[in-house]
């Protein structure tokens, strides 16, 4: 699998999942994974969904086409997160000037 567009170098990324895209909410996986980077509890967070409403449920409930390749790259509690259609995430810090 190839990174992100805005990763340039794999020492960038911190974590790489495949979310379980029949998951009610697959957003809260990637809340999980922050609360682990973080090493805090996942409730002591703010809501993904203030950052980007039901985007990543979309993205596996009504998926495009698989030759569209459809993908979603979003900042949440200073880090940068691609989702790609296929349920890959990449999640890498984001630069400062980002935050």
């Known amino acids: 699998m190839t990174g992100p567009p ?3 170098d794999d020492d960038d990324v ?3 999942r495949t979310l379980d895209t029949e ?3 697959p957003a809260t996986q990637l809340v999980d994974t922050i609360a682990q980077l ?3 509890d ?3 967070l703010s809501p993904v969904y203030d950052c980007i409403d039901s985007l990543v449920t979309d993205l596996f409930s009504s998926p495009p086409p698989a030759e569209a390749d459809a993908c979603l790259t979003f900042t ?5 997160i691609h989702v790609q259609q ?6 890498m810090r984001a ?3 980002e935050r």
């Open 6 to 8: 805005d990763v340039s």
């Open 14 to 16: 911190l974590v790489q």
């Open 23 to 25: 998951q009610d909410a």
């Open 38 to 40: 973080e090493h805090s």
């Open 42 to 44: 996942p409730l002591e």
């Open 76 to 80: 949440y509690q200073g880090y940068r």
């Open 86 to 91: 296929d349920g890959t995430a990449t999640i």
């Open 95 to 97: 630069a400062s000037d």
